[in-house]
């Protein structure tokens, strides 16, 4: 299966900006959609203009600047981090106005691994954005179909039946034939648009079209020509557009796929018309909705009826059909047609076919032979029955209501494995399953049931499963008889410990006062506020309901750093690190750190060391916590900043580049000067205690000491002068260089610097330097001048 459905995702952002009105905008509530980014390992598959995920990054990042920033928008991918895991889908911005730089930089570092789970990526994001209670839109991409056992048409009818207004935009990127009918469901069934591209000018375009539907929706008509149900487009199709009542054309089209904005919801006609053969279809659609009508030409075909078991009813609704061709050499077929109806009838040429019914999770097949002529009529028997799904968490109590996962298996198989046979997230789902026995498990917050039932055909089994399960009411306070932290809590849950002690994680949360589903027992709970924990145990019960406030016995401290006292809080590059008391080999253990400027910071009551660092800068201060107090504690740094630059001569500019500093403190008692901080800029600024300290520079082959002062509180700037100039030297044979400086009193020369190139450029203090040239035996001498903030060229050759 190939993941694309992702890119849709990162496509959603864009429909907000696309075409906007801004003033009916800015009347409108904003948007509110997430883009599910399809990162599994196909998307670094080629289309026309280049890799895909390399397109759908750029795209992103081209449409951004659109954005409207009042609109909700967030991120999911999947496939990104895992391969071969059908779990691995992760919300990685959540929808916020002014999402877009957060966005483009999680696309901008995804790299495709793992498989497709497009359906279960578009049930979280439809959850996650409450399509129970809101209006909300999903845009998804995607260049394959489900790889992991899951029916994006039936989740489709569940989303449209359980939302308020959910809408699927579906972009079908390089997708082949006969794999696009469970995207296209998705979309039409809740009301969405599926778009088609084939490289990276059409999937923009497309883009473009859903991102003003997010936006802004407007009623919208689309028409399909076939020649059957579900077949490929008919080109060359004639189309005319009327209001119900008029008899003047609204719009006309051509072409196999045409589309038109209606000026108002209501009823129309689409007239259709190929090798002088007419056909026409009704519509009814309502405001901003998307509906797609497909328009057949053909004669001959089928006419298709499913029953649950032989003489019983047929069913009116929720049936998918799909009908493949005669099987080549291999055993493959090609899929010819499909149809959503119920009862349809599917306009195929004379041939040999095969027809398949599926409702819910129970499907059949049969081999047909349609004639010329009147349509043959099919019946198709899935041999299904109905299982009315329930589950309470103590024998006596009422059915749970919300938050419940049903998954389906099959009877194991010969090395145990069962397959899933249907899943729902409804709290009393009703689902139709082929006959036989079954396991059904269901989920509830962290605790879980199951129970062994058989499906017999054309009858409704009412199941309840008996989960368990009780519930605790979690919170925190830093002290006792305090207020519960209101923000910023772990939860960790732990079962009881098997026999080598180990406890396994039996739940988690960040909600700061969480209540946690768990099935009947012992558990100890674990809490985190900052740097201070807590844990306690405790005891579920199946069907009631516990409170549990954790006591940390905990306190915070807000820090600041002040360059001298008095002055405002230093803004930025500051480490803070947090130490214990020392133990029994005099080690104090890091317990907390931060990179903020003014981090607050909570901890277990105790006394500890601040340690807070600004550049080269640092200081030490001892500090007690209190339970339940918040301690604010200033640090004067008694710090300021050393502004360094080097000139090549006085008066010239700065030296751009080339450039290493070292900064010394004052010498010791034994004269050695420990190293203060050291730089690589060409103008750098450091932060320093105040006090006297020796700069030292190097530029090539220029060393250059200064002695400078800091004062705390202040810039101090400092140009060194390097007295230099550049040489830029050049040669026709291999060899060494050598640069020297003048003779001393002894005629001893010092090098300045070497290299192995045989053009080199280098810095050189001002005076006369012997420039010596050397291959093997070969060796060229010159005596030059070089001048302060000059470059002197000079070329030489061994010989």
């Given at each position: 299966?190939?993941?694309?459905?992702?890119?849709?995702?990162?496509?959603?952002?864009?429909?907000?900006?696309?075409?906007?009105?801004?003033?009916?905008?800015?009347?409108?509530?904003?948007?509110?959609?997430?883009?599910?980014?399809?990162?599994?390992?196909?998307?670094?598959?080629?289309?026309?203009g280049?890799?895909?995920?390399?397109?759908?990054?750029?795209?992103?990042?081209?449409?951004?600047?659109?954005?409207?920033?009042?609109?909700?928008?967030?991120?999911m991918?999947?496939?990104?981090?895992?391969?071969?895991?059908?779990?691995d889908?992760?919300?990685?911005?959540?929808?916020?106005?002014?999402?877009?730089?957060?966005i483009?930089?999680?696309?901008?570092?995804?790299?495709?691994?793992?498989?497709?789970?497009?359906?279960?990526?578009?049930?979280?994001?439809?959850?996650?954005?409450?399509?129970?209670?809101?209006?909300?839109?999903?845009?998804?991409?995607?260049?394959?179909?489900?790889?992991?056992?899951?029916?994006?048409?039936?989740?489709?009818?569940?989303?449209?039946?359980?939302?308020?207004?959910f809408?699927?935009?579906?972009?079908?990127?390089?997708?082949?034939?006969?794999?696009?009918?469970?995207?296209?469901?998705?979309?039409?069934?809740?009301?969405?648009?599926?778009?088609?591209?084939?490289?990276?000018?059409?999937?923009?375009?497309?883009?473009?079209?859903?991102?003003?539907?997010?936006?802004?929706?407007?009623?919208?008509?689309?028409?399909?020509?076939r020649?059957?149900?579900?077949?490929?487009?008919?080109?060359?199709?004639?189309?005319?557009?009327?209001?119900?009542?008029?008899?003047?054309?609204?719009?006309?089209?051509?072409?196999?796929?045409?589309?038109?904005?209606?000026?108002?919801?209501?009823?129309?006609?689409?007239?259709?018309?190929?090798?002088?053969?007419?056909?026409?279809?009704?519509?009814?659609?309502?405001?901003?909705e998307?509906?797609?009508?497909?328009?057949?030409?053909a004669?001959?075909?089928?006419?298709?009826?499913?029953?649950?078991?032989?003489?019983?009813?047929?069913?009116?609704?929720?049936?998918?059909?799909?009908?493949?061709?005669?099987?080549?050499?291999?055993?493959n077929?090609?899929?010819?047609?499909?149809?959503?109806?119920?009862?349809?009838?599917?306009?195929?040429?004379?041939?040999?076919?095969?027809?398949?019914?599926?409702?819910?999770?129970?499907s059949?097949?049969?081999?047909?032979?349609?004639?010329?002529?009147?349509?043959q009529?099919?019946?198709?028997?899935?041999g299904?029955?109905?299982?009315?799904?329930?589950?309470?968490?103590?024998e006596?109590?009422?059915?749970?209501?919300?938050?419940?996962?049903?998954?389906?298996?099959?009877?194991?198989?010969?090395?145990?494995?069962?397959?899933?046979?249907?899943?729902?997230?409804?709290?009393?789902?009703?689902?139709?399953?082929?006959?036989?026995?079954?396991?059904?498990?269901?989920?509830?917050?962290?605790?879980?049931?199951?129970?062994?039932?058989?499906?017999?055909?054309?009858?409704?089994?009412?199941?309840?499963?008996?989960?368990?399960?009780?519930?605790?009411?979690?919170?925190?306070?830093?002290?006792?008889?305090?207020?519960?932290?209101s923000?910023?809590?772990?939860?960790?849950?732990?079962?009881?410990?098997?026999?080598?002690?180990?406890?396994?994680?039996?739940?988690?949360?960040?909600?700061?006062?969480?209540?946690?589903?768990?099935?009947?027992?012992?558990?100890?709970?674990?809490?985190?506020?900052?740097?201070?924990?807590?844990?306690?145990?405790?005891?579920?019960?199946?069907?009631?309901?516990?409170?549990?406030?954790?006591?940390?016995?905990?306190?915070?401290?807000?820090?600041?750093?002040?360059?001298?006292?008095?002055?405002?809080?230093?803004?930025?590059?500051?480490?803070?690190?947090i130490?214990?008391?020392?133990?029994?080999?005099g080690?104090?253990?890091?317990?907390?750190?931060?990179?903020?400027?003014?981090?607050?910071?909570s901890?277990?009551?105790?006394?500890?060391?601040?340690?807070?660092?600004?550049?080269?800068?640092?200081?030490?201060?001892?500090?007690?916590?209190?339970?339940?107090?918040?301690?604010?504690?200033?640090?004067?740094?008694?710090?300021?900043?050393?502004?360094?630059?080097?000139?090549?001569?006085?008066?010239?500019?700065?030296?751009?580049?080339?450039?290493?500093?070292?900064?010394?403190?004052?010498?010791n008692?034994?004269?050695?000067?420990?190293?203060?901080?050291?730089?690589?800029?060409?103008?750098?600024?450091?932060?320093?205690?105040?006090?006297?300290?020796?700069?030292?520079?190097?530029?090539?082959?220029?060393?250059?000491?200064?002695?400078?002062?800091?004062?705390?509180?202040?810039?101090?700037?400092?140009?060194v002068?390097?007295?230099?100039?550049?040489?830029k030297?050049?040669?026709?044979?291999?060899?060494?260089?050598?640069?020297?400086?003048?003779?001393?009193?002894?005629?001893?020369?010092?090098?300045?610097?070497?290299?192995?190139?045989?053009?080199?450029?280098?810095?050189?203090?001002?005076?006369?330097?012997?420039?010596?040239?050397?291959?093997?035996?070969?060796?060229?001498?010159?005596?030059?001048?070089?001048?302060?903030?000059?470059?002197?060229?000079?070329?030489?050759?061994?010989?």
């Open positions: 299966m190939k993941p694309v459905l992702t890119l849709l995702s990162a496509w959603a952002l864009m429909l907000i900006g696309f075409g906007m009105d801004q003033a009916s905008a800015q009347n409108a509530a904003p948007a509110r959609a997430i883009i599910v980014f399809d990162a599994s390992g196909s998307m670094y598959g080629e289309v026309p280049g890799v895909k995920i390399d397109i759908a990054k750029k795209v992103v990042s081209d449409i951004l600047g659109s954005l409207d920033p009042a609109m909700e928008l967030g991120l991918a999947y496939g990104h981090r895992k391969k071969g895991d059908c779990e889908i992760e919300l990685l911005v959540p929808p916020k106005p002014g999402s877009a730089a957060e483009a930089a999680a696309v901008a570092a995804l790299q495709p691994k793992g498989k497709t789970p497009l359906t279960a990526s578009v049930i979280q994001a439809a959850k996650y954005l409450k399509f129970e209670e809101t209006k909300v839109s999903v845009i998804l991409v995607s260049d394959g179909v489900e790889t992991c056992d899951k029916d994006p048409c039936m989740a489709a009818e569940e989303l449209e039946r359980l939302g308020i207004d809408t699927c935009h579906v972009i079908g990127f390089d997708m082949k034939a006969g794999e696009t009918a469970g995207l296209e469901c998705l979309a039409k069934k809740t009301g969405g648009m599926y778009l088609a591209a084939k490289d990276a000018a059409s999937l923009k375009t497309s883009l473009e079209t859903a991102m003003k539907q997010v936006a802004k929706p407007v009623t919208t008509l689309v028409v399909e020509a020649q059957s149900s579900g077949g490929e487009y008919l080109q060359g199709v004639s189309f005319e557009l009327f209001a119900e009542g008029s008899e003047n054309a609204l719009a006309k089209g051509t072409g196999g796929r045409w589309s038109s904005e209606l000026p108002k919801p209501g009823k129309y006609t689409i007239s259709a018309k190929h090798n002088n053969k007419s056909v026409e279809v009704d519509a009814a659609l309502k405001e901003g998307t509906v797609t009508k497909e328009v057949v030409f004669e001959t075909g089928l006419k298709a009826v499913a029953y649950d078991k032989e003489g019983g009813t047929a069913f009116e609704k929720d049936v998918g059909w799909d009908l493949y061709g005669p099987a080549d050499a291999e055993g077929r090609v899929k010819a047609g499909y149809s959503y109806d119920a009862k349809p009838f599917m306009k195929v040429a004379a041939g040999k076919y095969l027809l398949k019914a599926t409702r819910g999770n129970a059949a097949s049969v081999e047909v032979e349609v004639k010329e002529g009147a349509p009529e099919v019946k198709v028997i899935l299904s029955g109905n299982l009315k799904l329930s589950a309470i968490s103590a006596g109590q009422p059915p749970i209501a919300k938050e419940l996962g049903w998954d389906i298996y099959s009877p194991p198989d010969a090395e145990g494995q069962r397959k899933k046979l249907g899943y729902s997230y409804d709290a009393q789902p009703k689902m139709t399953l082929p006959s036989g026995p079954c396991l059904v498990t269901v989920v509830y917050g962290n605790a879980k049931g199951q129970k062994e039932v058989d499906v017999k055909a054309g009858e409704t089994l009412d199941v309840v499963v008996l989960i368990g399960s009780g519930k605790v009411k979690l919170a925190v306070v830093m002290e006792e008889g305090g207020t519960p932290v923000k910023e809590v772990a939860w960790d849950v732990y079962g009881e410990a098997d026999a080598e002690g180990n406890r396994p994680k039996a739940a988690y949360s960040y909600d700061a006062q969480p209540t946690l589903s768990l099935p009947a027992g012992k558990f100890e709970v674990e809490a985190q506020v900052g740097n201070a924990k807590g844990k306690a145990t405790i005891v579920i019960e199946a069907g009631k309901t516990i409170e549990k406030t954790l006591t940390l016995g905990a306190g915070r401290v807000k820090l600041s750093a002040l360059a001298v006292e008095g002055a405002e809080p230093v803004a930025n590059e500051l480490t803070w690190d130490l214990g008391p020392p133990d029994a080999e080690n104090r253990p890091k317990v907390a750190y931060s990179y903020d400027a003014q981090p607050t910071i901890l277990p009551a105790g006394k500890y060391t601040v340690h807070v660092q600004w550049g080269a800068a640092l200081m030490k201060k001892d500090i007690e916590i209190s339970a339940g107090k918040l301690v604010e504690v200033p640090i004067a740094m008694n710090a300021g900043t050393l502004a360094l630059s080097a000139l090549m001569g006085e008066g010239a500019e700065p030296a751009p580049d080339g450039l290493t500093w070292d900064v010394f403190g004052e010498p008692a034994e004269g050695e000067r420990p190293k203060a901080t050291y730089s690589y800029d060409a103008q750098p600024k450091v932060r320093l205690v105040a006090g006297k300290y020796l700069v030292t520079v190097n530029r090539g082959g220029v060393t250059v000491s200064k002695e400078v002062e800091v004062t705390g509180g202040k810039m101090t700037s400092s140009a002068i390097l007295n230099a100039g550049t040489l030297l050049s040669s026709s044979t291999p060899g060494t260089w050598e640069l020297l400086g003048p003779q001393d009193a002894e005629g001893n020369r010092k090098k300045f610097t070497y290299s192995y190139d045989a053009n080199f450029k280098v810095a050189v203090p001002a005076g006369k330097v012997l420039v010596v040239r050397s291959e093997g035996q070969k060796k060229a001498e010159q005596e030059i001048e070089v001048k302060p903030n000059t470059l002197t060229e000079l070329t030489l050759d061994a010989k």
